[in-house]
């Protein structure tokens, strides 16, 4: 048989789900016949440590160790019993094989408990709300993280969940101080992970090994896995690439880097690990390499065969999820909130809609890189068909949509699809809070299996949102979150504070609108970040034009895309970072509204200039937009029944025509003039979803009037049809 590519994930992203890069590499080398193979070192290392025998050897080694405990490790080395006895029935929990150990998890008592378990303490009351399932599961993630700590002080500094060395590789400009840590001994982690990597090439013999990074906690365990290689099997050539490589090695020219990788590519992956391919297996020299550093004559160089295309999106197959042990992922909650577990809770299989961002223009964002700038949606139609592969290779009907912005359109005629096609899914996908999520829309959506959304929704200020171009507005955003809210749909918001020349006053402010939010139930969760000034940036290209300076100009050798800045003008913004995450923290359990801002901050700041009922004015304002002739009408629910009714008042007697409509939790039943009423149930008949072409607003007019009926905006754009909504009449 054909030697494979061996594609690998290196520890650790995140664990209840596999990465999808190499599960789109594979389902792309699929298409053009190549084997692969690819494992997920994350699961695997994290399974092989969290074991009766991995805890055994590693209180063992704690116990080797000759430094004075903490009296948190302390703690967990006196109950290493208990760990040893549960830690197996904990992994199998959280992979959802004994549901019923949540009674003992969720009553406490049963698992035992060490540092993290005080932030429990603090949410007692919230926790009080939570399912006894959700309950344990954040109880035996608070258990998992005590070990984490024990491991981090005892035996691995490096080590967190999904943040391996994370500190070596951030802002890594000088590859210096990674390459003195490649050259200590290996350490507790890594001997587990090399440990896996021997079975795996054993079992492999792959004729080129490609390590995915996708973010600064893999890259220190990718060049582990680099260097092992090359130690063990000098013959197989290493590639690394993903998005890592595509944000921070764009300007790589520190060769010891090739010690450990043979090839980096850049961007899309497809093309370049075609030509890789090729030229491994002798057919291609060098020059054909795409996007890819190279090593040669102890320097870097850089190829780019402009003669080799990149794939377009509907060439690229179906992500590949096999080989991956999907059953053994684990589900952790580490935040009680139901729209932020859904990152860490829950086997999701993850797709784009699109390639790129279709809006491109956010100030502080990539724009310049091939991930943002080059937008290519795929059809609703291939989407569908690729979620029904991966549904009968999975097993699991859960997505999450992985685009840095879904477009609304496409997100509409992917429901539309889902809904013709009658699938069964639940999927979320992050959005820019446009205007166009309308009411409807968001029904349609939901009704299609959609249960949350992320967005951006920056710094909560109209100055700074222009400022970033985002093209939204903050009444915008509470109005979209409103629609989406209404209709069922978690929204979860991405924060930011220290954006150039913010101030203190602006900080105070967002924070206030945040509070508002929530308050008025609009938004589930949100988390902020600070400000990061990227070299692939409006703001990291010309810096001056947004009031800052960069720290230095000169670039390193290595990574290069977080860049140090000076804002003179803006606030202080770090001192801001713990207050302002104490508040949400709070506010995502619905609690401490009523708190003065200032009590967040243990310093003095300003006074909020927004007013107390900002967001519930804007919230009231009537949204009244007149529908376009060419906007889409569709009718997504049940046929009616309808019922000849005599109706009475004052002696007089007329005739109604009484449709009801059967929704899942209650009947909704609207009286109409029954010729009008005999039309609207035709109607409702042919715009269903399953008609091949939806209907215009200009058309259902047209009809309307070749029935011999009057007055349509009357009898349209008044109650009782513009009720239909909540019986699946949506207007899009
Ligand atoms: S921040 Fe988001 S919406 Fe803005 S350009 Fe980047 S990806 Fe697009």
Known sequence: MQAPVLLITPPFTQLNTPYPATAYLKGFLNTKGIAAHQCDLGIETTLRMFCRRGLEQLFAEVLRGNEELSENATRIVTLREDYHDTIDDVIAFLQGKRPTLAHRIAGRGFLPEAGRFAQLEDLQWAFGSMGTQDRAKHIATLYLEDLSDLIQETVDPHFGFSRYAERLARSANSFDELHEALLQPLSYVDRILVEILEEKMNAAKPKLVALSVPFPGNLYTSLRCGQWIKQNYPGVPVAMGGGFANTELRSLSDPRVFDYYDYITLDDGEAPMEQLIAHVDGYVGREGLKRTFVREGGAVRYYNNSACTDYRQGQVGTPDYSDFPLDLYISAIEVVNPMHSLWSDGRWNKLTMAHGCYWGKCTFCDISLDYIKNYEPLTAGILVNRMEEMIAQTGQNGFHFVDEAAPPALMRA?????????????????VRFEKSFTRDLCLLLKASGCIAVSGGLEVASDRLLELIKKGITVAQVARVCRNLSEAGIMVHAYLMYGFPTQTDQETIDSLELVRQLFESGVLQSAFWHLFTMTAHSPIGLEPARFGVKKVKEAVGMFANNDIEHIDPVGAQHEQYGFGLKKALLNYMHAACFDYPLQKWFDFKVPRTTVAPDTIRRVL?????????????????????????????????????????????????????????????LSLLARITVHQPQLWTLQQVRDDYERAGLEDFELFWDNKPVNGLHKAGLLRL
Do not use: C, H, M
């Open 414 to 430: 992917l429901a539309l699809e889902i809904l013709r096609r009658r699938l069964v899914v639940t999927w979320w996908a992050n």
């Open 620 to 680: 009231s304002e009537p949204e009244w937009a007149k529908e376009a002739p060419n906007s889409k009408v569709v009718y997504i629910g049940k046929p009616a029944r309808s019922e000849r009714q005599i109706k009475s008042k004052k002696g007089a007697q007329w005739e109604v025509l009484a449709l009801s409509f059967a929704l899942q939790r209650s009947d909704w039943t609207v009286q109409v003039e029954p010729d009008k009423g005999a039309w609207l």
